[in-house]
């Protein structure tokens, strides 16, 4: 009996070899089609989009990076929306092929779901309506990096890295303001009241644009970037890195923004009372003790608040946004500046006719949104910070406590400074803010964890 036998093929060479080949041949064939820049650029891309797929973590904050040290003149507000649709794109497909978890729907809060509702709802109110649909493109991308960053990264290691990578930035920016201090910074007039400052040099803006601008930017970074040295695992480590906070203050110091400054001093005062209560007298104490030693320039800068042209302008701009909302209380007159000056003129003050904006975050949700879109937006932050307190009374780590601490102080840096001034007008600003939500959510998610693994 003849006995046949199977035999299996076993090729010589590997697929990985095959796939370099294809991909040198279909680079060489773009480089023939398109410029040596067009090719480069789209093998880089691919590239990026390689290692994204690899290290999802890392090519985030690697955005969240680049994003604060880009030069504004470098900067395009495209840049987020492809970011978002790209991260959201890789995110989707990694959790299809099952090497992450789909989108958690337990942090998606009904007054998210609401405020992103009612904003659609505003475009039937609005009267430039190309406007509104490119600021709420904006706008919705800036959102997304509050989903992806709340799944993405998702315990302590990812977290590390997230917040490393955000204290370089505030870092790389700080080198930049240092320049400008050194350099000299022009004193323009819209920034500073030159009657009221006289002897106050120049605000610096380092790589965004304006000072109030990087202000809003370091102050609510700075939580985040105390919660990092404070997680740090040695003294030594912490001598090492405390000096990005310093540096960061003294930056922040040099932009006179005084907003800022009063977003500062409530921000660590809640952090502080969130992490040792016992220490809060000794700290009022020092404050009291320091205030005789601050440069004159500065108390100059805090003793004008209310009375200088700034502050009075603010005021006749709110006489005015008041009149606005008691006109459209409940519907809004729709979102994006071009609806806001355009129906603003009709109501303002002939000393401040020409205002883009409400200077205020909340009156400028309510007069876009509408009542609903305002208590919406307010009820997730509530919630955001409610659900970091409840988790901070958990039986956690002490790094995640600081995180939580770091979360909720950069939130109350935003509430303060937004009260005067529109956060949200500067898109960089506005992606920190969201990015900001994300990380406090992320941090609570950890604390949920392991709350349940010491209770299990």
């Not at 590390?160 to 201090?181: D, E, H, K, P, R």
């Not at 923004?257 to 000794?282: D, E, I, Q």
Request: with cysteine.
């Amino acid at each position: 009996m003849r006995i046949i036998t199977k035999v299996t093929f076993k090729p010589r060479f590997r697929i990985a070899p095959l796939l370099c080949v294809a991909a040198g041949a279909a680079l060489a064939c773009v480089t023939v089609l398109l410029s040596f820049k067009a090719a480069f650029l789209i093998a880089a891309a691919a590239g990026f989009a390689i290692f994204t797929l690899k290290y999802i973590e890392l090519s985030l904050s690697l955005f969240v990076f680049g994003m604060a040290v880009v030069p504004h003149n470098m900067w395009n507000n495209m840049y987020i929306m492809f970011a978002a649709f790209f991260y959201f794109g890789v995110y989707s497909v990694l959790s299809l092929t099952g090497k992450k978890k789909g989108f958690a729907g337990k942090y998606i809060y009904p007054s998210f779901v609401f405020y992103i509702a009612f904003s659609l709802v505003s475009l039937v109110f609005t009267n430039f309506l190309s406007d509104s649909l490119r600021v709420l493109a904006l706008t919705f991308s800036c959102i997304m990096f509050f989903v992806l960053v709340q799944n993405i990264i998702t315990d302590k290691k990812s977290m590390y890295i997230f917040t490393a990578f955000i204290a370089a930035a505030v870092l790389v920016t700080c080198f930049s303001g240092v320049s400008q201090m050194i350099s000299g910074v022009e004193i323009r007039s819209e920034f500073v009241d030159t009657v009221a400052n006289v002897d106050m040099p120049g605000r610096i803006y380092s790589t965004m644009d304006n000072p109030n601008n990087y202000a809003e930017y370091l102050v609510m970074s700075l939580p985040v970037i105390a919660a990092v040295i404070l997680n740090l695992k040695s003294d030594a480590k912490r001598i090492i890195f405390a000096p990005i906070f310093v540096l960061a203050s003294a930056v922040l110091v040099m932009t006179f923004s005084r907003s800022s400054y009063l977003a500062f001093v409530a921000a660590f005062a809640v952090m502080l009372v969130m992490l040792n209560k016992k220490l809060v007298p000794l700290v009022f104490l020092f404050v009291l003790v320091v205030i005789p030693f601050l440069p004159s320039v500065l108390i100059a800068r805090v003793s004008t608040i209310g009375t200088d042209t700034s502050s009075t302008y603010r005021l006749t701009i709110w006489e005015g946004v008041f009149r606005m909302i008691k006109s459209f209380p409940v519907t809004g007159i729709g979102i994006g500046p071009s609806n806001f000056t355009s129906v603003y003129k009709n109501y303002a003050n002939v000393e401040a006719f020409n205002a883009m904006h409400s200077h205020n975050v909340f009156l400028n949700v309510w007069i876009e949104l509408g009542i609903f879109g305002l208590l919406s937006f307010a009820a997730f932050l509530l919630k955001i910070v409610r659900d970091a307190f409840s988790a901070f009374r958990g039986n956690i780590s002490r790094e995640t406590k600081n995180l939580l601490a770091g979360g909720v102080g950069g939130l109350t840096a935003f509430v303060v400074t937004g009260l005067v001034e529109y956060v949200w007008y500067y898109p960089r600003v506005m992606l920190t803010f969201w990015i900001l939500c994300g990380i406090t959510v992320s941090a609570v998610r950890i604390a949920r964890s392991e709350n349940e693994t010491s209770a299990g």
